[in-house]
């Protein structure tokens, strides 16, 4: 596999105060599950001691919203925002902010326009709590009919995000994984308005089968809900093994996808060591996936088969469709630097790359490597009019990033 591999020397400032990265971890998060009993062990209390001078790190300058072609900025305001989303026809990039696992309070969804300043709104739950309910405006549930609860804004836990249109003009439907304590399910909204007015509404919601958890969503051309299952618990020391046993390149979970019509299914031949970011071709044919735990990104039919994987730099998260068509993959390439995060580090600089990858020939291009410095952990990547968006599960802040291009080639 050829790889053409560009290196970008990212600068950033930074506006804005730092804040406490407390860490719903996706394919570490037993660190945070099992902190107690592995502190009483003295094998465990050597390894802290050895990495702690790592876990003080110097602070990061103002976040810079508005960075100079090639350079890397930030904006700032979030807490452990996982995924982005673009949203053209909204004018907005919606972020998923995890669930803070110490501490108290839900995760929610925000909003950065695209036009004017982009300061981040929270869009759910609402302050004035609007939103929580379509019915009310007249508006029939969709899903599961058996979901007629919408997510509280203490137990509120979302996860990976995806959207497409509606027949409804101005009307965009909002898939997003959300996790216990809730439960495990795809919740659904519908985006309406644009910029600084847009609005979400909660409409339902297709709970996962027992046994799974969720990680990634995207939507088929026919309406199928496809999923990624990472593992079959993530509490505790069941969690704690199914993730080292991801780690070691053994299968965890697999792809399930959802239809009305017939409920859930699994995708034959898609088993894989924790299975991450899903992406679905535009005709509904070809599923893409991220398997975290083997360093892959693998291809196959959404009716199942054998999968085509091409090796990749790092531990690829999220995955999303770039304007030419190719796809893009977020990856982690600092694995020390990543637990140290977890472990506590503040702020998070644990370096990570952009890729591109042909969905034909899984051809992969390194278009964009980062120490961490101005964001650390990035697990996600979207495009719109000419920046990449980044997200971040373990940091306050979002990246943006506006290369400079010469007849549309990247150019970092």
Same mark, same amino acid.
């Given at each position: $596999?050829? @790889? ?16 406490? &990265? ?36 110097? !602070? ?12 890397? #900025?930030?904006?700032? #305001? ?6 982005? =989303? ?10 998923? =902010? $995890? ?10 969804? &925000? ?13 759910? !739950? ?7 309910? /379509? ?10 009919? #058996? ?11 979302? @996860? ?18 959300? @996790? ?5 399910? +795809? ?16 409409? /339902? ?11 990634? %969503? ?14 079959? +618990? $993530?509490?505790?020391? !069941? ?16 792809? +399930?996808?959802? @239809?009305?019509?017939? /409920? ?21 044919? %070809? ?20 999968? =085509? ?6 531990? !690829? ?55 961490? #410095?101005?964001?650390?952990?990035? &697990? ?19 990246? +943006?990033?506006?290369? %400079? ?8």
């Amino acid at each position: $596999m050829s @790889h053409d591999v560009r290196r970008a020397r990212t600068r950033s400032r930074s506006r804005g105060r730092e804040s406490t &990265a407390r860490s719903y971890v996706r394919s570490t998060s037993w660190v945070k599950a099992t902190h107690a009993p592995l502190a009483q062990r003295p094998r465990f209390l050597l390894l802290v001691a050895l990495l702690a001078p790592g876990c003080f790190s110097r !602070p990061r300058d103002a976040c810079n919203p508005e960075p100079r072609p090639g350079e890397l #900025g930030t904006i700032c #305001g979030f807490e452990n925002p996982e995924d982005v =989303e673009a949203v053209p026809a909204a004018g907005v990039v919606l972020v998923s =902010e $995890m669930r803070a696992m110490r501490g108290k309070g839900g995760g929610a969804l &925000a909003a950065v326009p695209l036009e004017g300043p982009p300061v981040p709104r929270r869009l759910f !739950p609402a302050a004035d709590g609007a939103g929580e309910r /379509g019915a009310g405006a007249g508006l029939s549930p969709v899903g599961d009919p #058996g979901c007629t609860t919408s997510p509280r804004a203490e137990t509120f836990s979302p @996860h990976g995000i995806t959207a497409v249109p509606t027949e409804f003009p101005g009307v965009t439907r909002v898939a997003v994984v959300g @996790h216990r304590p809730l439960r495990e399910a +795809i919740e659904l909204f519908d985006l309406t308005g644009t910029g600084a007015d847009a609005r979400l509404a909660w409409r /339902g919601c297709v709970p996962l089968p027992d046994a799974t958890v969720g990680n990634d %969503v995207a939507f088929a051309a026919d309406g199928e809900i496809v999923v990624s299952n990472f593992v079959p +618990i $993530m509490e505790g020391l !069941p969690g704690l093994y199914y993730v080292l046993k991801g780690g070691l390149g053994r299968p965890t979970g697999d792809l +399930i996808a959802w @239809h009305p019509e017939h /409920g859930w299914r699994h995708i034959p031949g898609t088993t894989a060591p924790t299975p991450n970011g899903v992406a679905v071709s535009a005709d509904g044919a %070809v599923v893409f996936y991220s398997q975290t735990g083997a360093g892959q990104v693998a291809r196959v039919s959404r009716a199942g088969g054998t999968p =085509e994987q091409t090796s990749v730099r790092g531990n !690829p998260d999220n995955l999303s469709w770039s304007r030419r068509g190719t796809l893009l993959a977020a990856t982690h390439t600092d694995s020390v630097g990543l637990i140290l995060c977890v472990l506590g580090r503040h702020p998070c600089r644990a370096g990570w790359s952009l890729l591109e990858i042909d969905p034909q020939t899984l051809r992969v291009t390194e278009r964009l490597h980062h120490d961490g #410095g101005a964001i650390g952990g990035v &697990a996600s990547v979207t495009e719109v009019e000419g920046r990449y968006y980044f997200g971040s599960f373990l940091d306050d802040r979002i990246g +943006i990033w506006r290369p %400079v291009t010469t007849d549309g080639a990247l150019r970092p």
